[in-house]
């Protein structure tokens, strides 16, 4: 099966590629430094685009297995000092997502014989934040902030590929752990000093995910014709930040006790300490129902795997 993933050289991206070309499956990696792919699995290789049409790629669609939709400028930055949402960046974010969106769908309509399903990311910022403890299910409406309105543009991006028959599965994902990248390497810094803690009141919630998980909860909704519309793709036991610190202080044999005041991350990170200080309680609610099941549902098995 040929797999093209757009966004392929992230954390994401790269991981899948990695599984599925260990399975023999053929698989292309769209960016726009195709270049920089480096080290890359046998059986993948990167073909550019411009982020914004099909133009020299469109093609590969034909005929493939399926199409992984991740590109998107990222919405935690790069680095320490490039966190905040400054106006540029909260242009960038979705229009970024929604050129990339608008490419896809202009591929597959040129394709006569279209892909066999198109997998949509999103995030579970769609539904906003939420103070109370209630489970978020993939019913729950939209939200109204900032990362609301980036997935609920991303998602309706692709949209119109369901009117061209093609199978189409939004994952709403939540932050994935790793040790190479996402939110984890970042979260472990203040642990290492001994000065970690739970981030503002604690109480907050955290829906999370091991990256491995994700992998196979992706390929396992390539797999499943049934598998249709949106799904939560996050841990079955979310946590509140407390808990988290908690759980990654001890995992790291460091102590947990030490508060970050919120006042401290609103002067640093601006808007965008809002995906630290607040949060929702995510379940994967249709996932389950399919029967997926997590090699990593507790927050403790996964810091274990990837820590201890």
Known sequence: MRVIITGGTGLIGRELARSLSTDGH????LSRNPGNAINLPPGVRAVYWDGRTAEGWGELVEGAGAVIN?????IGG???LDVRWTPGRKRRIPESRVNAGRAVTEAIRAAEKKPGVLIQMSGVGYYGTHEDERE?????PAGKDFLAHVCTVWEE???SVERMGVRRVITRTAPALSRRGGPLPRQMIPFRFFVGGPIGSGRQWFPWIHLTDLVRAIRFLIDTEEAKGVFNVCAPNPVTNAEFSKALGKAMHRPSFLPLPAF???LAFGEAATVLLEGQRVVPARLQELGFTFNFPTVESALEDLIG
């Not at 053929?26 to 990696?29: H, M, N, R, W």
């Not at 978020?136 to 729950?140: L, P």
């Open 136 to 140: 978020i299910t993939e019913n729950a």
């Open 157 to 159: 991006s692709t949209r």
């Open 26 to 29: 053929e698989v292309i990696l």
């Open 264 to 266: 401290a991350f609103k």
């Open 78 to 80: 790069n680095g320490l």
């Open 70 to 74: 991740l590109a998107g400028e990222t």
